[in-house]
Structures are given as C-alpha cells and as structure tokens.
C-alpha cells in the first residue's frame, strides 16, 4: 500500500489552537508543505486526546498562556516533541518544563519568542559585525498601530550591539553634534542609537547600519506579511526530534550556536 | 582658424577663488566638461580684472561673504554672468543684487544655497507626493563630524511636507505610540518625523518615505562625494544666460519652476 | 433629520462586480473611507437597476472585459460618474465611450490601467530626473509567479526615461564593461538597462537609480499587499465629478498632467 | 623617559612602497591609528635595509607582483611580519612562502586579496543565511569605468551561496519566468542569478537579497572609497603576530574561521 510507505517518512504533525488566526496559518503551512502530515487539530471542541489517537509526533502550540502549560505536560508525558509559539514563559515556567522533560530524556520542546528566521539572522550578523565599526546605528520600521517604540527587536538587538563592542574593548561612537533638535538623534540602548518609523502601509522592518572610513555594511530584515513565522515553525517540527530537552529561541536548530 | 571656430561655440568661463578647495574642483570640472573654456583662474594675486582680458562671459564664484558683492558688483558691471555658491545672502543683499541688476536687463546671476541636483530633486518629488500619502517621514544620514541634527536639507524637506499636507487639508498622521523612549520617535518638524543618522563611512544622504495603505514610496539621494555640486555649477554656467535677473536656487534653471 | 445631513455631503458609491476578490476589497475600503457610503453591491443575482435604485452617484467597475462596456454605457445614460479598473480597453472601446459621454457633458469615466499612486508618482519623477543624469538604470523586483520579466511598469518606466534622454539630447550612457557574463548588465529598453529580480516573499517594488558625478538619486515604489491599489481607487471617487468626460490614466486626477 | 615607555606599547610598522597612490594612504592611516607608529616608508630610493635599521616588526606591502616575492623574503628572514595586498599570488608562490616561513616559526605573514572588511562579512553573512532561503538574488552596483560584469566579489558570492544551497540539498529557486527580455534576469552562476549596475556616481556596491514566505533578508556592502581597505589593513596589522605561518584572506584575522 503505497500511501503507508509514503506515510512512514512523514512527520505526523498536530496543531493546537488550530481554530485561531495564527492557528489556520499552521495547518495550511503544515498541510502544504513536504515531509510532514496533518494529523490533529485540536482546539475548543477538539480534546487532547486526538493528538494521541493519530499518532501525533510533534505539536504546534499558538495558544495562551493559561492553557499552554497543561498542553505541554500533556504531551511531554506521551512523548510528543512540541514547538510553542504562545507568549509568557518566565524562567520558572521554564524551569517546569525542564523538570518534566527529566524523565523523558527523549522529548524535545522548542519555546521561541520569535519564529522569524530572518530577525534571528539579523541579529546575530549584527553581533557578529558590530566589533569590526567605529559607528553602529539601529532603523526599524513598522505599521502605525505598533504601541511601543523603539520595538522588541530593536531593543534586543542594540543590547546584543552593546555588549559586543564592550566585549572589544570599542570606545563610543563618534559623534560630533553639538546642535540638535530634541529627538533627532534617535533613542539610546546601551550606547546605540535607535530610530522607530511609524509609517502606514508597513509591516515590520529593521535596518542595522555599521560603518567605518570609507564602508558601510547595511543588514536588513523585511517582514512583508503576518505569515513570516511560518518558515521557522516549519524548521522547528523539522528538527526538534534532533534536539531532546529543553530549547529556547531557534537559533541552535537552525546550527547558530 | 579652426580654433577661433570651435572657441565661438564655447562658452569663457572664469573661476573666482580658484585656489581654494571648492574653486580647483570647478576649475577641473571646466575644463573637462563639453562646450566650456575656462579663460580665468581668479584668486588672491590674480585680479578680477583678468577677467575682462580673457573674455570672460561667465563667472562661477565660491568664495567669501567679506568680497563676493564686491566680486559680483565689478561683474554685473561689466556683463558678465554670474554663477554663485557662496553663502551669507540675507534678503538686503538679494535686494541689493537686483537693484544692480535692474541697469544691466540682460545679465544674469545665479545664488544658490545647494548646487547639488539630486537634492534639489529630492525636495521637489517630496513636495510633490507628500498630499498623496497618511505617512511622510524622513531619515537623514552623514558622517560623524557633522555638527547639527537634523541637517538644513532635512529641515526645509520636512517644512515643504508639512506646508503641503497643510495645503491638501491632511490630518495629523497616524501613531498609536503609547509607551516610548526618549528620542526613539526622533524630531518632529512641522509635524513631520525626522531621524539623524551618524555613521563613520557615511558622506551625505537623505531618504524620505512615504506611506499609504498597502505601498510606500521612496525617494532617496546619495551624495558620495564632495564633488557632488559639480553637475549644478555646470548646469548653472550653461544656463544662467537664458536666465537674465536674479535667480535663487537652480530650481528655474532645472525648468521646475 | 441628522442623517439625511449628514449624507447630503457623502458621494453615493456603488461596486459593480462586488463579490469577487478586488470587488470585497473595495466594498470594505468604500465603507471605511471618510466622505462616502456604500449604497449598492452589484454582482450575479443583483441588477445594475439597484444602482439607481439606490441613488449611487459614483461606479466602481472591476468587473471583466466582457460585460464592462455594458455596465458603464448603463451608467452614463444614467448620468452615474464611472472608476474603472477592468482590463481590456482597446482604442476603439476608449471611442466607443468618449462618443457616448457626447450626449452626457457632466458625466466622468476613469479609465485606469494602475491604480497604484506610488507607481504613477514613481514614473513622473523618473521622467523629470532623468535628463539630469548621465547614467540611469531600473531594478523590479517581484514574487517568483510573475510571468513576464521585466514587468510592464518597468518597460513603461525605461521608455518613458529614454524619451526623456532623447528630447535633452544626451548621449549613451557611460559603460567599460568588455568582459560581460551572458545577462550580467540585464535587459535594454530603449537604451535603459533593467535588471528582473524574482524572489519568494516579496510583492512588487520597483527602484529607479541615477547617477552623476558624485551623487544618485533613487525612487522607489514597494507594493506591500494586494490592497495598494485602494487609495488610487478612493482618489478616482473622490475626483472623478470634478473631470467630465473620459480620462485615461490618474495622473489628471492626481494634478500631475 | 615616557616617550620609550609609550613607544614599547606601540606596534612598530613600515610600509612597502610607500609614495604609490595606496601606500600613501597606508602611511596616513597608520600615522593616525592608535597603538603604532610608523618607522619606515619604503619605496624608490629608500631601501629595504631601513625597515631593520629603524626596528620595524611588521610592513604593510602594496607593491607589485614584480618585487614582492623579494620584499616578503627580506621580511620573513629577519623576523618581520608582512600584511601583503600586493597582487598575483598563485598557488606556487604560496607554497614557496609556506616553506621560507617553515625556518622562521614566529613570522606571520597575511596575503589578502581583499582587505575590505564589510564585503568579507557580507559574504559569510551570505554564505550563512542562504540555506534558510528559497531565493537568493545578488545585485552589485558599480561606477561605469569597470570592466567586468558581473564583479569579482559578487561571482565569488554566488559561488559560496550555491554551495551552501547544495549542501542543505534545496531545490532550484523558484520562477515562473516564461516571457523573458534577454538579460533580464540577470547571469546565473552556479544557480544564483546576478544583476551588475553601471552608473555614474558610484564606487563599489553588493546587495544580496534572500527571500522566503512572507519575508526578505538583505545584506548590503557600500564602498564610498577607494580607502576602504584601510580599516582591513589595520587590523592585518594589529593581529598577524599571533598568526604565525601563513595566512591567506583577513578572515582568520577576524576571528571568523
């Protein structure tokens, strides 16, 4: 029967939250993409337990975090590798998880607070390059209806700038303003200069700008639709098999650390 | 004679202040360039009256604002064209230049404060798009010896966008900023955002986005080097005689006025 | 009566072909849009009639070349204001409706081959920089699904730019290049170079580099959804009373012709 | 005496054809970094018997091929570090350094044939992303006087970007390209298309773009000028001492291999 043997090199994949908007968007993913099946989609109305009556190998969790906690238990303790998009894990909920995931050395559970492939590229070229230029300036770019401003992203990557540069002994930037209109220098994140467009018309972007006499090196990520998690949440069912235990952010699956 | 032949055809151009930096680039620039001669190289030791011998139908003048009146009186007086970048032009003494103009109806002369064309460019597309679109900010970035933020491009950009949406009757643009760090959201002139960049590497660039639903528009210029005024000082010197009076900005000259 | 009011300052709009993908767009856009009102949806199963019905002062037609004719020549007997986007529009059907708008001298027909305003701003200004400039060369970039290489904005927008060049007299552009892999300098439109870049994630965008001595200008257009076509849209609704007769194109409407 | 005390800190450095255009530049710049001094400026007329005679312990050489297998033999033998951006360096005259270099375990000498850093960390930023990536697009931008099409860099890229696709086993990019312009999708080397700009008023550029769904990644090189081997230069300078042996390319020197 060729559809088993077809079947046998798929990874059989569950979604929780499959009803939400995000949700849909992973089981359309799931359902186009190669070596992987849709077996479960679990939401209100869709108990746990048909992840284990098909024979789910691996989750996708974009839910809550009141009920992401008993999801994982769920299956950590059937053997079930999750990736988990939902927000709010502490350090103590992460310490949890550790704990259950101890008597099932087999088991792996990706939590990442940022699926985008690009953003984790960016940020760590930036970390990369940042000892190498005198002067190291942060663009990002979003929607209007964004709240704060300079973004996560933003913030994030100017401490990861800071600290290599601290780490390299670089003294601070040049910077010969002596007039200056309030503002117009941007916001500063350990010793980086961060600037937030807010502009209709845009989804999410960032631009890390290094320059030194005589080059500039510019690393840019475009987000152009809500479906930019998709690649990475892909990577994760690919390759949490490989990695038991507990992982946080996609870097080491994708071999960055 | 072929020569005199081929000289009919060209214009005599002479250079005041032509050994200082700005001068021995458009002196260069002169010679090199098409359908010009340069017959005078004006500076301390050689008199303006070397102008007269040689002919002299055109001036370019980068010099100081102690002796360009007194440069541009004995030129005006005499026929010749002037094309102008030095700086200190209050409205008395714009006022005082067309006075003297009056008595000599086919003498034109040129002040500009910025011979760069793209610039020019810039700030007119600007104008142009800025009632089209919700958003309009502008990001601006130079070298880090640069002593005022924003610089004075961004400034009259950022006025040309606010008096158009004013103009067009625009509401204030969109921003659902609720929590932000200082500076993050950069200057705001005339209601318009503006952000200063200061990168080692970097000579003098302006970008200016604009946003509406679904697309944005860019228009960005690049000054790479200092010679950057060059093609203006040409177009000027090739044009300045179709254009008798006073002339500010090398807007007309472009035929965007 | 408030209501009665405050509709006698809101345009009456209706969309013809209202249930197709574009046509759902521009219901929703009519709806949010400041200044009019949705008062009918015409699709299979619902008449024109319920246009007049229903008072509609203004079409919106995405409809198919098959039947647009049909539906605009319903409207103009009927003194109704036309926007149109449907393809298909032949130099004969452009005389078909400017003789019928004959008898009918208020009544405005748009007829709009790119609604996209960046992109009609994006090709102006390629039209004015260009004779400023020695070298100029266009870069589109669009998703890996697009057929034709380069795209028909790009073709437009070089031969629009080498019109420009001829009328100012300028020569070829400056190119040493003597070793050249096949394609490396891409495609020549009317002596402009245009480079086709396809890539997965991205939408439609288009640059337009010029460069002289020294400095270069740059405009681009970046399409970020399908909706960028909603402003040029809600334009034409806005303007198109103020335009009787037949208009081709909304650059009229925009003031740029 | 502090002037001893300050110089023993001090890296002693001469330079190996000293009064060419680089070498001059070379001088500047190691005359104006911290932590050396120049002792030494060799060229016609002063020969290679001053590096011993003022204790230099490293050259920077930018020759020519003709004399620098003799310059890097006075080096080495006398225990002097050579940074070397001389070109014409076959696999011969590698091996033949390899082995004078094998009496003298202490000497290090880097040849580079590019000592720009920001186009060394675009191409490993390239060469990291690319498996992550759908499609991968390079456009390099260069002033019109050069040569080849595409540039050396930008082949190079290719190269170590279609590598890195094969060795993650990605199919061929996506592209529905049917009706082609030819040239417009550019030249394709080992898979990847690139797309070379001429114009006027650049010097020396690289953008590589990656796209996948919903999300593009651009990592960008500008060389404004022809100094930008400088900070590439200082840093061979800084760290060839604890390189000893052989070294070709900066890249170890950056720490990235």
New interface residues.
């Given amino acids: 029967m060729p559809t088993s043997t077809q079947d046998a090199d798929q990874l059989r994949v569950g979604v929780v939250g499959a009803h939400g908007n995000v949700g849909r968007e992973i089981c359309a ?1 799931v359902r186009a993409a190669d070596g992987m099946r849709l077996v479960a989609e679990v939401d209100q109305g869709v108990p746990m337990q048909d992840l284990v009556d098909n024979g789910a190998q691996i989750i996708v969790d974009f839910t809550h975090p009141d009920v992401v906690m008993d999801n994982l238990a769920f299956c950590i303790d059937r053997g079930i590798h999750c990736v988990v998009g939902t927000t709010g894990f502490t350090d103590e909920r992460l310490a949890t998880l550790t704990e259950r995931l101890g008597s099932k050395p087999d088991v792996g559970v990706l939590v990442a607070p940022n699926f ?3 953003a984790v ?2 940020m ?2 930036a970390e ?2 940042a000892k ?6 942060i ?1 990002e ?1 979003h929607h ?7 973004s996560g992203t933003a ?1 994030r990557t100017a401490r990861m700038i800071g600290a290599a540069r601290q780490d390299a002994g670089l003294d601070a ?17 350990d010793g980086v ?11 999410a972007h960032q631009e890390v ?23 990475g949440v892909l ?1 994760g069912v690919r390759n949490i098999a490989a990695h038991p235990g507990l992982t946080v952010g996609i870097e080491p699956l ?1 071999g ?1 650390d």
Same sequence: chains 1, 2, 3, 4.
């Fill in positions: 993913a985008a492939i690009g590229l960016m760590r070229f990369m390059a190498f230029y005198e002067s190291t300036e663009i770019l209007p209806g964004k709240a704060d401003a300079p913030t930037m040049p910077d010969a303003t002596s007039t200056q209109l309030d503002g117009a220098r941007g916001a500063e994140v200069r961060v600037h937030a467009v807010r502009l209709r018309g845009l989804v700008i290094f320059g030194t006499e005589g080059e500039t090196l510019t690393v840019r990520h475009d987000s152009m639709s809500r479906t930019s998690f998709v690649p990577l994708m960055l």
